[in-house]
């Protein structure tokens, strides 16, 4: 049977301890007896104490929901979301779960259940004002967005349903480690008409992870009733998962809290027993409105709203052991009185805490533990056998695997004997087992998602986007998961995902295995982006992206992957390549270029052109996008007094414009001409390679544009 936390002498400002259930066999006045009421409950007993504890957690958190609004309307605070209503459920999951080794991922809704696993209520108000020793944001996020350090809470986010993939990759971490503990995630009804709830079950259903989703119904996302939300039968998301095998489901009164935790009880004990994961519905009732932003009073009936109010779940519980003589009517209001007084005193004391400095505004976008700057950086001059690009990042995985077991690697047809689409793969899953190397769902926000979730249990994802073309549905999980868990979780938290990524035209590709994604993603504050252009600086910066403490965009130009005119001679295994270093690979007076990719080459050979025509042009590879070496770029500018960018990607909203931006802003007096771009059309790269050759830079185009400034 799994653990049970809560607070030691009934107060909630304790540090959590492990509750000790009372055998269902003995029998005596302080013990409410729980009915088998589903197929899987056993007969279980709850004391006195425990159901007196649960009762004040379910006061403590109406009592916060109440305080909160109060200060809201007085000025002293910006938004609040309430839970009231859901108490019941909440508790009864935080009575079941072990806070010191299950991962938790709760909804902003889920006050309670954040409560009964260690928040205390003076750390809520400490969000509440935004005070800057808020454990969970540091007044970064908004509040009831819960995240503890001390326990395996991760700061949430907003979106509605991204936290489930997460708990799947947390749940993912605790199998591949041998664990015997779950991760627990929530969301209202609502939220199950996302694509990633049905990618997350699907997940863990195939293969059987622990995994507790718990959906809270109160039949209204924001004002959108639940019939018009689900197809499930009777309205019900148990119903609509029925599909989804080894899925153990339950549909509960979720106001009543004896059914609660037996159910949890249930759900958690088939987990643990390696059955699946295991779905809880709790239908539960929203007694206030969906936030402070909001009035459900404009789109809900009262006589509903009523309705709702007799089912509040802890009149239910309070009158349960007033009845049962587990609670004199007197020690009930002494009890309501007492969690008053601590949720004024906690709200009290939080005020006068110290906001956030201006100064810290921006800190922790990116790791600033400085273990970046403790790698040895090109320590050797690459000797080896020349290698194709391809293989170099082939060699860089298999030597980083060796290097950290803490290493895995997974994606669309990863694994042997495919090895990948384009091999570079190739091998892994034979030397290092399927359970290191495994292909996933033909899901990419699964792919991001589940590997955000591993990383925050300390793995090491490297994953891979079969085509930068297809990366879009993972967008909101880099967008506002993976990039954003270190800031806004005031550096408590962070996820170094590698993602490689095959991007790039110039292969006949068509309009969708062509495109160039660097420039979308180099506007996410909190991701690092590669991208190199041959097969050294491949392997150096692959390997560098995996030592890394941040997540890691690794963009590879599949015409690039066997190009002989981008191999090298291949690094040994401790080659690592600075990121933020450009490199210059011709040196020269004239002009500077600005290039990368494919592009890199081209401008290359059309440099190497002009020479001949008695012009001295320097070109720059930029190796890595984020960070950019503005020092090099600058350095050369200042010397060569003319600049052009060139790259593959469109020339509208293309990086080469902020390069030219940043030019124009730190080197405008050193200059002789205009800063030039050259890059795609604004159009769609196209099939037939007559007109590909039109919309993507070529080189007699390159070569024009270079000595159009050279002239200048």
């Excluded at 403590?60 to 019941?88: P, S």
């Excluded at 006050?111 to 970064?140: H, I, M, N, W, Y």
């Excluded at 949720?343 to 922790?364: G, H, M, R, V, W």
């Amino acid at each position: 049977m799994a653990k049970k936390n809560t607070s030691r002498n009934g107060s909630i400002d304790k540090p959590v301890s492990t509750l000790n259930l009372v055998n269902s066999s003995q029998s005596n006045n302080d013990k409410i007896d729980v009915a088998e009421t589903f197929s899987q409950s056993r007969q279980k007993s709850l004391s006195k104490e425990e159901l007196l504890k649960a009762l004040r957690l379910m006061l403590i958190a109406r009592g916060i929901d109440t305080k909160a609004m109060n200060l809201l309307r007085q000025g002293k605070t910006y938004f609040h979301i309430a839970g009231a209503g859901h108490e019941a459920i909440q508790v009864a999951v935080g009575f079941s779960l072990d806070a010191n080794k299950d991962w938790l991922f709760p909804y902003y809704r889920d006050l309670a259940v954040a409560l009964s696993v260690g928040l205390t209520p003076q750390e809520f108000f400490l969000q509440c004002f935004a005070k800057a020793d808020d454990p969970s944001t540091g007044g970064r996020q908004l509040p009831c967005h819960w995240g503890l350090k001390r326990i395996n809470l991760p700061t949430q986010s907003s979106p509605t349903g991204t936290q489930f993939l997460n708990a799947v990759g947390s749940a993912l971490a605790i199998v591949k480690r041998g664990e015997r503990n779950i991760a627990y995630v929530s969301s209202g009804e609502g939220t199950t008409s996302q694509g990633e709830f049905h990618e997350a079950v699907n997940w863990a259903s195939r293969e059987k992870l622990p995994v507790l989703f718990v959906i809270e119904n109160n039949k209204y996302a924001i004002s959108v009733p639940v019939h018009s939300q689900t197809a499930g039968k009777k309205h019900s998301i148990a119903e609509m998962m029925s599909g989804y095998a080894d899925l153990y489901r339950q549909r509960i009164d979720g106001t009543n809290f004896i059914e609660c935790y037996t159910a949890v009880q249930d759900a958690i004990e088939y987990i643990k027993d390696g059955k699946g994961p295991a779905l809880i519905e709790a239908d539960v009732v929203r007694l206030l409105s969906h936030s402070s932003s909001d009035d459900q009073k404009k789109y809900r009936d009262p006589k509903e709203l009523e309705e709702d109010l007799r089912n509040c779940p802890i009149e239910k519980l309070s009158q349960k052991l007033i009845k049962e003589g587990l609670l004199p009517l007197e020690e009930y209001e002494k009890l309501k009185l007492s969690v008053a007084s601590e949720i004024n005193l906690a709200a009290d004391e939080a005020i006068k805490y110290p906001d956030p400095t201006a100064e810290s505004a921006e800190e922790f976008v990116f790791d600033e533990s400085g273990s970046k700057d403790k790698l040895e950086y090109e320590k050797s001059m690459p000797s080896g056998k020349p290698v194709v690009m391809v293989d170099a990042i082939n060699h860089a995985l298999h030597e980083e695997m060796e290097n950290n077991s803490n290493i895995y690697v997974f994606g669309e047809d990863v694994a042997d004997s495919k090895g990948g689409v384009f091999t570079a793969t190739k091998g892994l899953s034979t030397k290092f087992g399927f359970d290191r190397v495994f292909n996933s769902p033909l899901a990419e926000a699964s792919i991001i998602g589940v590997a955000t979730g591993m990383a925050l249990a300390g793995l090491r994802p490297v994953v891979e986007i079969q085509f930068g073309d297809y990366i879009w549905p993972a967008f909101m999980q880099f967008k506002d998961e993976l990039t954003t868990i270190r800031f806004r979780s005031n550096n408590n938290w962070s996820a170094p995902v590698v993602t490689r990524v095959a991007v790039g035209g110039y292969i006949r590709g068509g309009l969708y295995h062509s495109q160039n994604i660097e420039s979308i993603f180099s506007h996410l504050p909190g991701i690092l982006i590669a991208y190199p252009s041959n097969a050294a600086d491949a392997k150096g910066l692959l390997k560098t992206a995996c030592r890394l403490n941040d997540p890691v965009l690794f963009c590879e130009h599949k015409g690039l992957y066997r190009q002989s005119f981008a191999m090298s001679p291949s690094p040994d295994k401790d080659y690592l390549v600075p990121f933020g270093k450009a490199k210059v690979v011709k040196e020269g007076n004239d002009l500077t270029v600005i290039s990368y990719g494919v592009s890199l080459w081209d401008s290359l050979f059309a440099a190497r052109r002009l020479e001949d025509e008695g012009f001295s042009v320097e070109v720059i590879d930029l190796r890595t996008i984020i960070p950019l070496d503005e020092e090099t770029i600058f350095n050369s500018v200042k010397k060569t007094n003319k600049a052009i960018i060139i790259h593959e990607d469109t020339l509208t909203g293309g990086f080469g414009a902020e390069v030219a931006a940043r030019i124009a802003d730190n080197c405008f007096q050193y200059l002789d001409g205009p800063i030039k771009r050259i890059a795609a059309k604004d159009a769609f790269v196209p099939y037939s390679p007559i007109l590909e050759y039109v919309i993507l830079p070529n080189r007699e185009q390159i070569y024009k544009g270079i000595k159009e400034i050279l002239e200048y």
